[in-house]
């Protein structure tokens, strides 16, 4: 069966390609019961509207670019994803993912970025390096950050404060009368600048109390804290709690704890980061980040800049909050203070 073209739309409901081509994508001028005479010609020969050609004679795509690090199937940017495409979907944008998850995607994402420009705008959920700020710059589209340090090359950002939030778990397991910590990274990546360890740092040191180290993960699948937790029980000096850069490090420590039998919390307390459910469902105390909120945060500061619409705030923090559970007690009496 041949493929409808506009000009059977056009034929089909008695106006010219021109208003076809304007009342399928909802421009002003067209009178309603046109445009609706439109639709139903439409709809009756199963025409749709290419957007390539649209793009083409707008100069807009009405697409959006993520830029996201890692697996585009990790919690977070999964969380992200779906926040930007409540807002997007609504609005008729369509969302494109990038991923840059090591060094050779990240490279073949900037260096073909001046050729590959079949967005309107772009968000990045990590930080940048100089040169690949001056190349997004370039682009002179709209740019927003998600939980980036550096916010002078971009339009807009949304963040959590990772220090503050980093604090807010040590502040609480010093309550329950924990005095010395260790801090559980994930495994090392080229951009894996944060300032999680920096809060975590600060804090120890303004409260007096004990940093025992800090302990890296394994890219190990099946025990990817095997050896941080080997190294941890090897201290002189034990730490009573232990604070993970994420959930995936806090319960990778619990699962390994347990393992060799320490008792979570009555040995050592373990809190984590993001508060995924499925961790929270098994217990894992943990600091919240609401991923989803600030996927759609990002998405409206992008919409806004691409409809010329001035940022009230142009960088927006939003707050975490920390969910008691199961893997955080009072610290053992022979080490409270």
């Known amino acids: 069966m041949k ?13 010219s390609t ?7 994508r909802d421009k002003e001028h067209v009178a309603p019961a046109t445009k609706q005479r439109v639709i139903e010609a439409a709809k009756a020969l199963n025409y749709t509207i290419s957007r390539s050609a649209t793009a083409l004679a707008s100069g807009c795509t009405r697409r959006i670019a993520l830029l996201v690090c890692e697996s585009i199937a990790a919690w977070f940017n999964g969380e992200i994803q779906e926040g930007i495409y409540d807002v997007l979907s609504q609005n008729k944008y369509d969302l494109l993912i990038y991923r840059a998850s090591n060094e050779t995607e990240r490279r073949h994402f900037f260096d073909n970025l001046p050729a590959d420009r079949n967005a309107d705008a772009l968000i990045v959920s990590f930080s940048l390096t100089d040169d690949e700020q001056h190349a997004v710059s370039s682009m002179g589209m709209p740019i927003v950050t998600i939980n980036a340090l550096n916010q002078d090359y971009c339009h807009g950002s949304v963040r959590i404060d990772d220090m503050q939030a980093e604090g ?32 975590y ?72 980061f993001d508060a995924i459910p499925s961790y929270r469902l098994a217990g894992l105390t943990s600091v919240m980040q609401p991923a989803h909120d600030i996927g759609r945060i990002a998405a409206q500061k992008i919409l806004d800049l691409l409809e010329g619409r001035q940022l009230e705030t142009p960088h927006t923090i939003v707050p975490t909050q920390l969910i008691p559970g199961d893997t955080t007690g009072p610290a053992p009496q022979r080490d409270a203070n």
């Open 18 to 24: 021109f208003t076809v081509s304007r009342a399928l």
């Open 3 to 15: 493929k409808a073209t506009i000009e059977d739309v056009a034929l089909k409901a008695g106006v």
């Open 201 to 272: 740092r600060n804090t120890v040191f303004s409260l007096g109390l004990t940093d025992c180290g800090t302990f890296e993960l394994t890219s190990d699948p099946d025990r990817p804290a095997k050896h941080a937790t080997a190294q941890i029980l090897a201290l002189p000096q034990r730490p009573t709690a232990i604070c993970g850069w994420s959930d995936d490090c806090a319960f990778a420590i619990v699962h390994e704890l347990r393992r060799v039998g320490i008792r979570v919390p009555d040995d050592m307390s373990v809190i984590g």
């Open 168 to 199: 807010d778990a040590i502040r609480y397991l010093s309550a329950l009368g924990h005095a010395k910590f260790c801090f559980v990274d994930r495994p090392s990546h080229p951009w894996g600048q944060d300032n999680r360890i920096d809060g």
